[in-house]
C-alpha cells in the first residue's frame, strides 16, 4: 500500500489516502458485536474444563463459523477509518483496534485529535483505560508484561500521533514497577515529549489505584520525505 514500496506509518498512509478513507461511523454495530462474542470465547476456552468430547464439539462448531467468515476477505491486513472531527483510527492492529479481538479492550478518556500535516509537534497527553482478562494473565492473578508493553506501545504511539509527530516504533523501553491486575479498570496515559529531526519522543506508564505498575519510554522515526 506504500508506492515506494518502503516502510510506511498508518498515520503516513492514511495522508495518502486523504478523503478516501471510510468514515468510522459507516462500521455497523454487528462488527463490534462479533468482537465482543469472540473475546468472550477466547475466555471461554482459557478456562473451560469441559470433557474432551465437548471441547472436540466446539472446535467443530468454530470451525464452521470461521470458513463462514473466510468466504469474504479483505485484500490487505489493514483497515483506516475517519472520525467526523478528523482524527484516523486503526480498526484491526494490535494494540487496540476495535474490531481486532486479540487486541486488549482499549477505551480512550482523552485523545486529541491530530494536527494537519506538516504542522510542528504540539504537546500532548492522552488517557486510556484497559479492563484486561484472563486471557492477558501471566504470574498468578497479574497482567502479563508482554501485554503491557504492547499497550504501553499503542498508547505512546497515539501520544505522539496525536502531537503531529507520527512515526514507526524503532525502540521501546518498559520497567515493571509492580503487579497489575485483570479484571479491574487500569489506566494507562502516555505523552509526547520532545522531537529531534525525524525522531519522536514519548513516555508514559500503567496506573492502578494511583500507583505506576509499569513505566515505558519510546522512539518512533518518521519515514523520509518523499523525493
Known sequence: MNPSGGPISAGRL?????????????????????????????????????????????????????????????????????????????????????????????????????????????PVEVHARCRFTVAHAGSPGRVYGGVLALVLDEVLGVAARAAGASGMTVALSVSLKGGTPFDVPVDVFGRFTGRDGRKSFASGEVVVDGVPTAEASAVYVQERPRA
Open 14 to 122: 492514511a495522508e495518502q489516502l486523504g478523503e478516501s478513507l471510510p468514515a468510522a461511523e459507516s462500521i455497523p454495530a454487528e462488527s463490534f458485536a462479533l468482537v465482543e462474542r469472540v473475546r468472550e470465547l477466547v475466555r471461554a476456552v482459557v478456562m473451560t474444563d469441559v470433557s474432551p468430547a465437548e471441547r472436540d464439539a466446539a472446535a467443530q462448531r468454530i470451525a464452521e463459523v470461521t470458513d463462514a467468515l473466510r468466504r469474504r476477505r479483505r485484500t490487505q491486513p489493514i483497515f483506516l477509518v475517519r472520525h467526523a472531527d478528523g482524527r484516523v483510527e486503526s480498526m484491526v492492529q494490535a494494540g487496540s483496534g476495535r474490531l481486532n479481538p486479540q487486541a486488549p479492550p482499549i477505551e480512550w478518556i482523552a485523545r486529541p485529535t491530530e494536527p494537519p500535516p506538516g504542522t510542528e509537534p504540539v
